[in-house]
């Protein structure tokens, strides 16, 4: 099967700007999340969608980050204004709805490296 | 409140010799436990739940519930094993939302 694809892998704005990633989760996985990890930290949970509707986005800083899922298919997240502790990874992960009603694990994207100047 | 905490961020080891890289969780109730891996240059995946009890690579993860741990153990660690780990325990039972840790990165030297 092919793989989570996630644009672009590389990015570089100045702060204020603002910024796009896109996501597009292995066929047929129901949940997709979107993860931003630190140097030297762990992947920190952004949002959670399942199909269309959003599960948990208890820590997404919304003055600043959106993020759409709207045929809950491919997704997008948004940062503006930029702020240059807002440099780090984007990964976006999806994952399958087990037979008991439970997500299976995740699968991982290539990430989007951001770096904010 | 949820957390896991991986203390060594740095594990450097010579290749044959044990590893085990610790994992705590504070969570309410029993969660589902995971180690992830990520080898240089590729992406994050798993690497193996606590409920399949199966080893994969030669790594296993005993979970303790009287001491909330999770570690990851490999009798002979082989160069090809240097990469980092994260432990990621999620709540069991409806919406998977795994935290992960900090992450170790093992060293297997020659």
């Known amino acids: 099967e092919a793989g989570v694809a996630q644009s672009p892998r590389y990015k570089i704005i100045e702060k204020r700007q603002s910024v796009a990633f896109w996501c597009n989760p292995i066929?047929?996985?129901?949940?997709l999340y979107w993860y931003q990890q630190i140097l030297g930290q762990g992947p920190k949970l952004l949002i959670q969608f399942q199909n269309n509707g959003v599960v948990d986005d208890s820590q997404l800083p919304k003055d600043r980050f959106s993020a759409e899922r709207l045929k809950g298919v491919d997704s997008t997240l948004k940062i503006q204004p930029a702020k240059l502790e807002d440099s780090a990874v984007y990964l976006c992960?999806?994952?399958?709805?087990?037979?008991?009603?439970?997500?299976?694990?995740?699968?991982f994207g290539n990430g989007t490296r951001l770096t904010v100047t | 409140a949820q957390r896991v905490t991986q203390p060594e961020k740095l594990l450097s080891v010579f290749k044959g010799a044990p590893v085990e890289l610790k994992c705590n969780y504070s969570y309410s109730g029993s969660p589902e436990l995971f180690w992830y891996v990520q080898y240089s240059r590729q992406r994050l995946q798993l690497l193996l739940r606590h409920i399949s009890r199966e080893s994969i690579k030669g790594f296993t993860a005993d979970l303790n519930k009287g001491e909330t741990s999770f570690h990851l153990k490999k009798p002979f660690a082989q160069e090809e094993d240097s990469a980092m780990y994260y432990c990621a325990p999620s709540p069991s039972g409806g919406s998977y939302i795994p935290t992960f840790g900090r992450g170790t990165s093992l060293i297997v030297h020659p």
């Open positions: 066929s047929g996985h129901a949940t």
């Open positions: 992960a999806s994952s399958s709805i087990r037979d008991d009603g439970n997500n299976s694990p995740l699968h």
